[in-house]
């Protein structure tokens, strides 16, 4: 009796040890959700922005901690218009000239993440930068390529800030989760996206403003462990 409960002990304990020595893991997976502006933008233009990212965690194996970045784009505002084209190489002489504000953010990050099992809380720091950027593209139909490309506006501005969240596990190595971003950044002069016009001859103008751009992004993702 006494060998067949050790047995029993033994067949218990061996799943466990072997999760415990397997060490953390890394990550890497996609983002949707709402960014919307906080503190003096949320003033100055104030509205909420669509936003996509995605984030790559590299870990530390025996500590619960990983080392990564993580990417993010949001659409401010565009203004979409037909304009006329003069190039003698074309056939056309009318084009579609997009112009687009956006947010591009770039941060590295450590993250905190004790758990190992199903359902993983974890809080992170991040650190890098946002870009506000305004381009504007001139398409003509049966081109492949863009006839003209423009940078308009471009400014970039330190950011900081913290991130906390929560994975659930799908399957053997998938997850999904729920994310919450905010970051301080810095004052930056941006493109008020409601003041872009296009005139008849397909020259853009737009006014600008100034402010700092903090901002908290709600977020549901997927992704993968390994």
């Given at each position: 009796m006494r060998a067949i409960n050790l047995l029993f002990a033994t067949l218990l304990i061996a799943p466990i040890a072997k999760a415990q020595d397997k060490g953390y893991e890394g990550d890497l997976g996609g983002t949707i959700g709402m960014s919307i502006p906080m503190g003096e933008i949320a003033e100055t233009w104030g509205k909420d922005m669509f936003t996509v990212g995605g984030h790559l965690t590299l870990p530390s194996r025996r500590l619960p901690l990983q080392f990564g970045a993580a990417f993010g784009y949001a659409e401010m505002g565009k203004d979409v218009s037909t304009v006329p084209v003069t190039d003698p190489n074309l056939l056309?002489?009318?084009?579609?000239l997009a112009v687009k504000a956006k947010v591009f953010s770039y941060h590295t990050l450590l993250r905190l993440s004790p758990s190992k099992g199903k359902v993983r809380p974890y809080i992170?720091?991040?650190a890098g930068l946002r870009q506000f950027t305004t381009q504007s593209k001139l398409t003509v139909e049966g081109l492949d390529e863009a006839l003209r490309k423009e940078r308009n506006a471009n400014d970039f501005v330190m950011s900081t800030g913290w991130a906390a969240?929560?994975?659930?596990?799908?399957?053997?190595s998938g997850y999904i989760e729920a994310r919450v971003e905010r970051f301080h950044s810095g004052k930056t002069t941006f493109v008020d996206p409601s003041s872009i016009a296009v005139d008849q001859n397909g020259e853009v103008s737009f006014s600008t403003l100034n402010s700092a751009t903090g901002a908290m992004n709600v977020l549901l993702g997927v992704g993968f462990r390994f």
């Open positions: 056309a002489t009318e084009g579609r992170e720091g991040l969240g929560l994975m659930v596990t799908l399957g053997g």
